[in-house]
């Protein structure tokens, strides 16, 4: 197993797993400027990584997921910082995840607030352990989710419950976030990284660019109409045959073995 080393989070390889662990436990892993940009360079290098095919996102410790913002560090840049400037350092320093084109899952440990919410909202499926809770309590500090938040959970779970968490601020179960539709998944604490880890195996072993490519179709597809999803899937199918994995998954099935795939 090697490790990446960086300030505000932690990046470890099993095998051709990576777990991403937000790593800030004296702010309950909140997200400041520097995690931003560990992010988007971490997601950088596991996306160009071959030997990893999936990614896991967690938080360290039991407490907390993330509790979104800095808002110490919004408090200091709202004041030495005008808007649009702002603006800009957090577009182009985002977390990268909604560019990451292998798989991600969200393991929510504990309590996920606001920009936390949002960073599992980015990721493809989430576990949540059975203590795990989400809020946006955005409007109570005078503000809104701006990463995301009111586009995201209104598309994952209707806009009737989107309004009603984000209006409210008020804090959701993990199983009432379950069946919302938030999130997918809800097991013992004990079980969350273990099961989160075995799910994001399974998507790993399979053909890498055939992954992606489904990836692609489903989210892409997702802002299409369907005529026009259905032409993206064909030409993303299409360019699949035209790949050496796709001549060894149909050897290795009549020759009774695991493939070997090249990635190409």
């Given at each position: 197993m090697n490790t990446i080393a960086f300030e505000t989070i932690q990046v470890e390889k099993h095998g051709r797993v990576a777990t991403l662990t937000l790593n800030r436990p004296d702010a309950m892993h909140a997200i400041n400027m520097q995690m931003r940009s560990e992010l988007r360079q971490a997601l950088d290098a596991l996306r160009r990584d071959a030997e990893i095919g999936a990614v896991v996102l967690t938080g360290s410790g039991e407490k907390a997921f993330s509790a979104g913002m800095d808002l110490r560090?919004?408090?200091?840049?709202?004041?030495?910082?005008?808007?649009?400037?702002?603006?800009?350092?957090?577009?182009?320093?985002?977390?990268?995840?909604?560019?990451?084109?292998?798989?991600?899952?969200?393991?929510?440990?504990?309590?996920?607030?606001?920009?936390?919410?949002?960073?599992?909202?980015?990721?493809?499926?989430?576990?949540?352990?059975?203590?795990?809770?989400?809020?946006?309590?955005?409007?109570?500090?005078?503000?809104?989710?701006?990463?995301?938040?009111?586009?995201?959970?209104?598309?994952?779970?209707?806009?009737?419950?989107?309004?009603?968490?984000?209006?409210?601020?008020?804090?959701?179960?993990?199983?009432?976030?379950?069946?919302?539709?938030?999130?997918?998944?809800?097991?013992?604490?004990?079980?969350?990284?273990?099961?989160?880890?075995?799910?994001?195996?399974?998507?790993?072993?399979?053909?890498?660019i055939a992954v992606r490519s489904a990836k692609a179709a489903v989210h892409r597809g997702a802002d299409l109409t369907l005529a026009d999803g259905l032409r993206l899937e064909q030409d993303l199918a299409s360019f699949l045959y035209t790949t050496d994995d796709a001549k060894e998954g149909p050897k290795a099935f009549l020759a009774k073995r695991a493939p070997v795939w090249k990635g190409q």
């Open positions: 560090e919004f408090a200091k840049t709202n004041a030495d910082m005008p808007v649009a400037e702002m603006k800009r350092y957090r577009w182009e320093n985002n977390e990268g995840i909604a560019a990451f084109d292998k798989p991600i899952i969200a393991a929510v440990n504990g309590l996920a607030i606001g920009g936390g919410v949002e960073l599992a909202l980015l990721c493809d499926l989430t576990f949540a352990a059975e203590e795990a809770t989400f809020a946006f309590g955005e409007v109570k500090r005078g503000l809104m989710p701006g990463n995301g938040g009111t586009q995201r959970l209104s598309r994952r779970v209707g806009t009737a419950r989107a309004l009603d968490m984000i209006l409210t601020g008020r804090t959701v179960s993990a199983h009432e976030a379950l069946a919302m539709g938030l999130v997918e998944y809800v097991v013992p604490a004990k079980e969350l990284l273990v099961k989160a880890i075995q799910l994001a195996e399974q998507m790993a072993a399979n053909a890498p």
